[in-house]
């Protein structure tokens, strides 16, 4: 064999692979959730929050069967496509999260200090029971089709609010939401991050959310989500229930309108 | 006392597939804290599944598997109606034993 045929034997030995690798990641990335797909651990969060909606808890002893998401109380089906919304009996635009902590005190009587103890779990000795209820109301709406109305105006504030705070640009970065989900294609390490200020984008970003990570071990809801945006934005705390909070979500839910709603879900 | 496990068994044709999804943080022995403690070992360790009464499948588990372990698998036989039942004990002596009808 000639060296000039050994050079290229080896330089299509070496290279082949790093094609393979750099073209198809993101395949790769989708093949890995596929596989979960079909044992996702968020069906253990949906169970027990489904647990908890129907135990009798807190001071008064009631269960959440009352509680009104929104649809009349107690109806959980098709809720979740249909939040944030405005609330007359709180005066307010609540998302989920908020709801539910609003219905665990006026309907069980937890303080608000107690139902917003652990918005987030970590590990076996501090669940979050808020996720679990969270995992469980967003499963019955799974193939109910996203609709937020704007029809109060505390709604359309709350979208517009949102909406500033997407492209409010701050902290030590300078950082916004649209530099990093303003753009096709941007990611982080080898995670495709959505672009939001599409609809498709949003759409599917919206939707898959709450999820269990994989990497984590752990279910982490939409606020979640935001909180940790905030966080490697090196913006300041997101408090939880926040106005803030809940105008971001207002505007990215608004914005997946249409999309038919695919959570629980898993990823890495 | 654990959790609830989630189990799933369906038939197709002369094969039942048994789906089991378990809550428990297998914890493998080697993380350390915030403090620099070492998390002790805290792991399912036995894994028996019998269909009405006989052994079909028994496991030893070690650090290696994730948390909240998801197992899969099939077995020749099995009629509709008939009893799964998945029993789990940890490395604490804790377990838990839940059961599924074959769909």
Known sequence: MKPSTLLAALAGIVVAPLVWAQGSTSDEIAKYRAALQDGNPAELWEARGEDLWKQKRGPKQVSLERCDLGRGAGVVKGAYAELPRYFADADRVMDLETRLVWCMVQLQGFTEAEAKKTPFGSGSDRKSDLEALTAYVTSESRGVKMNVALTHPKELEAYRVGEKLFYYRGGTHDFACATCHGEDGKRIRLQDLPNLMTAEGAQKAYTSWPAYRVSQGELRTFEWRLYDCFRQQRFPELIFGSDGAIALTMYLARNANGAVYDAPAIKR | ?103
């Open chain 2, 1 to 103: 006392m654990g959790e609830p496990m989630k189990i799933r068994a369906t038939l197709t044709g002369d094969t039942t597939e048994v789906k089991v999804l378990m809550t428990h943080a297998m914890e493998t022995g080697q993380r350390k804290d915030a403090q620099g403690q070492t998390s002790p070992a805290w792991l399912i360790q036995t894994i028996l599944v019998t269909w009405n009464g006989k052994s079909v499948l028994s496991a030893q588990w070690g650090p290696a598997v994730a948390k909240n372990p998801f197992l899969s698998f099939r077995f020749k036989g099995g009629a509709k109606g008939d009893k799964i039942v998945v029993r789990w004990i940890d490395s604490r002596g804790d377990q838990r034993t839940d059961e599924a009808s074959i769909a």
